[in-house]
């Protein structure tokens, strides 16, 4: 991200603005005071010309009071700032993408900081409010650190359902993560049939996925390869192992 540049282009005896570069993008916070009639000061932001976001504080508190023009001069600068602030740390989430995010909770988890994922996956949400794995993991951890286990089985299972809607066809691709997700929740919630069933469904795809193995592992469950005499690492057991999902998927769509 470009280095932020400030600069105060005007200074108004009523008002405030001021012109912002952020990540090669110009912004302009404009500040101003609508008069005695209505007393309100009024912040907006501006990018291209089109106004994008606008916040409005009411000052008729201060009307009359021997020290007006001081609190006045506070309160007007005061608000052009945080208007900055708020504009500075949402550019900056911003250029946050989908899967930089997934990444920075994957490194909290690894590090057992649960709650510190799942205020970064709130925060994610605001940005990206239909994305698979953040509903994911957002379920998940929904049910790690707040023991809300009703929700977050539904929110991992939501998860299947976006993913679906998004990605019609090869979805099958993306499952291992959240069958891993959805089968730590139901362990969570203490259903561990349905988290080995999970966890089994994503070793249909992905033979070889090490978080999974590691819970069925700890499940003291193991899924044998497909061709028992060849390692499980061999590639003809990951292409079978592959293939039969397929087809158990295509044969229970045949009879439902």
Known sequence: MNKDIIKITSKLSKGL??????????????????????????????RKGE????????????LGTPDFN???????????????????????VQTITCGEYIVKVENLLKKNSQEDALKLLTEAMKHYTNNPFIFSYQGYLEAFVNKNY????????????????????????????????????????????????????????????????????????????????LKRSNPLNKYIGKLLYTLKKQTSLTFT
């Open 150 to 229: 009703s929700k977050g089985v539904t929110t991992c299972r939501q998860a299947f359902k976006i993913l679906k809607e998004q990605v019609p066809f090869g979805e099958e691709f993306y499952y291992p993560i959240l069958y891993l997700n959805l089968g730590r929740t139901y362990l969570l919630a203490n259903k561990k049939r349905l988290a080995q069933a999970s966890f089994k469904k994503g070793l249909e795809i992905d033979t070889e996925n090490r978080d999974l193995l590691f819970e069925l592992k700890k499940l003291g469950i193991r899924k044998k390869p497909p061709l028992t005499f």
């Open 51 to 62: 106004i994008i976001s606008s916040h409005k504080v009411d000052y008729n508190h201060i």
């Open 70 to 92: 001081e609190r006045f001069s506070e309160l007007i600068q005061r608000q052009h700032k945080k208007a900055i602030e708020a504009l500075k740390r949402e550019v900056v």
């Open 17 to 46: 603005s001021t012109k912002i570069t952020l990540s090669g993008e110009i912004y302009l916070v404009d500040t101003e005071d609508l008069g005695i009639k209505a007393p309100c000061i009024v912040t907006r932001v501006y």
